[in-house]
């Protein structure tokens, strides 16, 4: 059915307004009421409170004329009054990097259609910093006029109001943005206190990368007008909005990305997405993703953001050749900052969330919290947390300190983001990693001492290597124990395999990609590839599918990092890693695995390092102390028996049941945001296809079990990925099933 109703803003004149019913389904507790001047919603909320929102038109303007929550039995309590919804976007061009091209040209497949494709993968590109670094540009130096900026208009005439599931979704057409076009929505969840807005446009523009802010403009200052969020040290602070008015968004460097208006007896928190806002860097550095704008003495604004410059990590150093040499590193990171991808076509969705409360600040704060787990990993029985691929240049520490007695800033990171595992990836930007020899093993002495001594009961630092020489592209090795190897190129002709070696006993001189086979399969190690298909690994692992290392089962897959950030995809990384992951699957007589890592440089406590991060949970009774074997890591992840997560959604046990016709795909979850589809994914070595369950009755923080009927037969593998509603996901790693 659909309402027509007059509207009137705040000019003369009327807007006429049909707002459909059509495709609106009664959901139990959830009130729609079409009147004469707007349309409301209210919605039952968290721990029995009521939330209300109320919509309207003005000239054109969609406008929020109330945002209101009450306690069971209370009074209600107005949040905001006459808001609008605002949007900037900021669009720069995608360019394919030299580092990709390169390697495309090494492998004679630098075609149109190849640098088409993976431009949309690049790593190393900053669109915003004009004129650019030079040497990952690919074409002529950046320019001014590349650069756009715009501030959202509408052109509304109509909206509808829609239900999915246990969710409403009232949407305006007319929406422009810059390059972009298209829809204002915003969505309520039944039991949850959270309202999304989000911006749902296209571009028909090729090449554009982009970052966006997101808020609602208009809030009244009064008397006691109060902003709260905690700082990077986690200490309150709060602006009255008594100083000058600003004429861009502030952004605050707000732990949790959460900023807090004090209402009075309620309050309004506004976040982004926990995780599906954030494009990939090379750390963590808390750039400000919440904001104010104080407008005029007696408006405000407030919303989520990107900033138009990344940063780089803290330098760090007690001499000068190490400061001055991290000083470098860190500034080039600057150039390191590649936005969102927009394909031309498709949808993408620019959301912000606020989260009603008929509570104070503090209340308000901790349920905001619970949602992520307090931006920690939350222990799960039977299982124990493992993150890696952090280039941490600790044994550069070490030798610039001449001693591996102290705290390197980053363990208290990992732990308290709740990890027991953790594999580094010294020999990178650090250490002689080329060195055929005694320089390296002092080194790699180093290495093992100092993370033998930050090893902890149930905290096990293991030194790893991404060692990239001999199979092409990116690689990480994992070992069960401290090894002593170097892999010079050339290695020396009057180097062997091996040799014991007088100072360090018995080595590895890897040569070839023989010897690495070798030494893989003699030490009982494992080995993947290193962000596939972007970055130095463009073109990996494709270009090995056929090897016998590849074919191996100690080769164990690739590694998952949200690495491009498209907001038009369901799944974080959606392409590229699970792409990736079920053509391994497809081209080896066993499927392969996708291990979650970080790929990040030096961090500190005050980083905000959640959000930019993807951990695994193994199995795993207990973490194996430092002086033990790690085969129980090694062994667990080659047999892949870990989930892949954001760490909102979290696995408890899955299992496949019978066989043949009759098998069952069982899976137990705990979620906090409400969840969106779950998919069984399958292949029979050339095809990929996959079932999609919906998921948008589920309300907040709850579990469920899954019992999916499918039939085994002609199924090489078989796996399972779930996601919620604001792009938070966990995937089991592929099995065969039992035909």
């Known amino acids: 059915m659909a309402w027509a109703f007059v509207l009137f803003g705040s000019v003369a004149g009327a807007q006429t307004m049909s707002c459909s019913l059509q495709d609106w389904k009664g959901i139990a507790g959830v009130n729609v009421t079409a009147n004469r001047d707007s349309v409301e919603l209210t919605w039952p909320g968290e721990q029995g409170q009521q939330n209300r929102a109320r919509f309207a038109l003005r000239d054109g303007q969609p406008v929020v004329t109330e945002l209101a929550a009450r306690k069971v039995g209370g009074a209600w309590i107005v949040l905001g009054k006459d808001l609008a919804p605002d949007f900037q976007v900021t669009t720069g061009r995608r360019r394919i990097s030299t580092t990709e091209l390169d390697i495309l040209k090494s492998l004679h497949n630098d075609t149109p259609e190849a640098e088409s494709e993976y431009k949309w993968n690049v790593f190393w590109d900053a669109p915003l910093e004009i004129p650019g670094l030079d040497s990952h540009l690919v074409g002529p130096a950046r320019t ?11 052109n509304s005439n109509s909206c509808k109001v829609t239900s999915d599931g246990d969710r409403v979704r009232i949407v305006f057409n007319g929406l ?6 298209g829809d204002l929505e915003f969505t309520a969840y039944e039991g949850s206190n959270l309202l999304r807005q989000e911006a749902l446009a296209k571009t028909d523009a090729p090449d554009v990368a982009f970052i966006y802010k997101a808020g609602l403009k208009g809030f009244s200052i009064n008397p006691d007008t109060k902003l709260e969020w905690r700082d990077d040290a986690q200490e309150w602070q709060e602006y009255d909005f008594g100083g000058e008015i600003n004429e861009q968004p502030v952004d605050l460097r707000a732990r949790n990305r959460l900023e807090i208006l004090d209402a009075g007896a309620g309050s309004l928190a506004i976040f982004p997405p926990p995780h599906k806002f954030f494009f990939a860097r090379e750390n963590e550095v808390n750039l400000g993703y919440v904001y ?11 919303g989520v953001m990107q900033t138009e410059h990344g940063e780089g990590y803290a330098p760090w150093g007690v001499s000068d050749e190490v400061w001055d040499r991290r000083v470098r590193v860190a ?17 993408q969705h620019m959301a912000v969330y606020y989260f009603l409360s008929a509570t104070g600040s503090r209340q308000t704060q901790q349920q905001v919290m619970a949602y992520s787990h307090n931006d920690t990993y939350k222990p799960v029985a039977g299982f124990k947390t493992v993150t890696g691929h952090f280039h941490l240049d600790f044994n550069e520490m070490i030798r610039d300190r001449g001693t591996s007695d102290f705290m390197p800033e980053w363990i208290p990171v990992f732990r308290g983001l709740g990890i027991n595992i953790v594999y580094l990836a010294d020999f990178h930007d650090d250490s002689d990693f080329n060195d055929p020899g005694p320089k390296r093993f002092y080194e790699q002495k180093l290495y093992f001492e100092g993370a033998r001594k930050m090893s902890d009961k149930n905290f096990l630092v293991i030194p790893a290597e991404e060692v990239n020489t001999f199979l092409g592209g990116h690689w990480y090795l994992m070992l069960p124990k401290p090894i002593y190897f170097s892999h010079a190129v050339p290695r020396p002709a009057n180097q062997t395999f091996e040799e014991n070696e007088p100072t360090y006993g018995h080595v590895y001189h890897l040569g070839s990609v023989e010897d690495v086979e070798n030494f893989v399969n003699r030490e009982k190690g494992i080995l993947w590839t290193a962000h596939p298909r972007t970055k130095s690994s463009a073109m990996y692992p494709d270009e090995y599918k056929d090897k016998d290392f590849f074919l191996s089962d100690r080769f164990i897959g690739a590694s998952w990092e949200s690495l491009p950030v498209d907001l038009s995809q369901s799944r974080l990384c959606e392409e590229r890693c699970f792409g990736v992951n079920d053509d391994m699957s497809k081209w080896a007589p066993k499927p392969k695995f996708m291990l979650a890592e970080g790929d990040t440089y030096m961090k500190v406590p005050s980083d905000e390092t959640y959000p930019l991060l993807a951990i695994n949970y193994l199995r795993l009774d207990k973490v194996p102390s430092y002086n033990e074997s790690w085969a129980p890591v090694v062994e667990g992840i080659r047999a892949g028996n870990f989930f892949g997560t954001t760490g909102e959604i979290l696995f ?19 979620y906090t945001f409400p969840l969106e589809f779950a998919e069984l994914v399958w292949s029979d ?12 009755d589920t309300g907040p923080f709850g579990t469920k079990t899954f019992r999916i009927p499918f039939d085994a037969r002609g199924k090489k593998w078989i ?7 604001a792009g938070n996901g966990a ?6 099933p039992r035909e």
């Open 331 to 347: 500034r080039t990171q600057v150039y390191n900052y590649a936005l969102y991808n927009a394909p031309p076509g498709t949808l």
């Open 292 to 302: 104010y704008r104080k407008d005029s003495d007696s408006e405000f604004s407030l």
């Open 652 to 670: 408890h046990n899955w299992s496949i049941e019978g066989s043949g016709a009759k098998s069952v795909y069982t899976a137990s979850i705990e």
């Open 685 to 696: 070595g050339a095809k990929v296809d996959r079932q999609i369950i919906r998921l948008t």
């Open 731 to 736: 995937w089991l790693q592929p099995v065969t």
């Open 719 to 725: 796996r399972f990925d779930i996601w919620d509603s």
């Open 176 to 181: 422009t943005l810059g390059l972009f076009s």
């Open 144 to 154: 001014p006029d590349e650069v756009k900026r715009a501030t959202v208009s509408y």
